[in-house]
């Protein structure tokens, strides 16, 4: 089980930038297939971006492209969501996950609260 911590959220006026990171203990983090979600009150969870383990791949909700980017350090074990040009839609609590070996996204953090005001 791979244990996942968030941080960085927060509150920002539209337009603005704000970076989530997400910390896994566990070994061999490289090999993890990294995501983030996020759930708005009232609405389902929702996929927003996944960093691929091998080729460095990355995928993004159409809702999130060209806003947010994801990285990761394999040395530090850390995954970042980096998301630009906020707008109030964003507002959600993101989590963090993690998938191994196409089983599906088996581990989750406990969230952290975005909120963007307009």
């Known amino acids: 089980q791979v244990q996942l911590v968030e941080s960085g959220g927060g509150l920002v006026q539209a337009g603005g930038s704000l970076r989530l990171s997400c910390t896994a203990s566990v070994r061999a983090f490289n090999i993890y297939t990294m995501g983030w979600f996020r759930q708005a009150p009232g609405k389902e969870r929702e996929w927003v971006a996944a960093?691929?383990?091998?080729?460095?791949?990355?995928s993004f909700a159409d809702s999130v492209k060209g806003r947010f980017t994801i990285s990761r350090d394999n040395v530090k074990n850390t995954v970042i969501l980096q998301m630009n040009n906020l707008k109030p839609e964003d507002t959600a609590v993101y989590y963090c996950a993690a998938s191994l070996g196409g089983a599906g996204w088996s581990s989750w953090g406990r969230g952290t609260q975005v909120t963007v005001s307009s």
């Open positions: 960093s691929g383990w091998r080729t460095f791949n990355t």
